[in-house]
């Protein structure tokens, strides 16, 4: 039924796919440093609650998305050494969506941000 073994496993494996993606992906280390920029303008600009809650969504989205879009490179370079079209395109939509991701968040920090400053 429950196997508190396993649910610790699950953790620890998860963390190991987290810790290498650092180590190996510089994407995610971008978005690592831009965190702490955000997180440092927040406690300067002293945002509110709902502000927070809201910037915390975007971080938390963000770094969740770069980390799935490691998994997709790995799986398609797993399943195709070579060049591929294919692979190429599910690749590229899957940066794509990152991109997508990161350009609205931009645009959000923008609204959260910019009143507090002028």
Known sequence: MFN???????????????????KTEQNIRFHLLATMVVMIAGLLTGLDKGEWIIIF???GGML???????????????????????????????????LVFATISAIIGILIFLPKWF
């Open 64 to 98: 969740s998305l770069e980390l799935i879009n490691t998994a997709i490179e790995r799986v398609v370079d797993l399943v195709s050494p070579g060049w591929q079209p294919l692979a190429k395109q599910a690749k590229d939509a899957a940066a794509g969506a990152v």
């Open 57 to 59: 969504i975007l971080i």
């Open 4 to 22: 508190l073994r396993k649910l610790l496993l699950s953790f620890k494996f998860a963390f190991e796919g987290i810790v290498h993606s650092i």
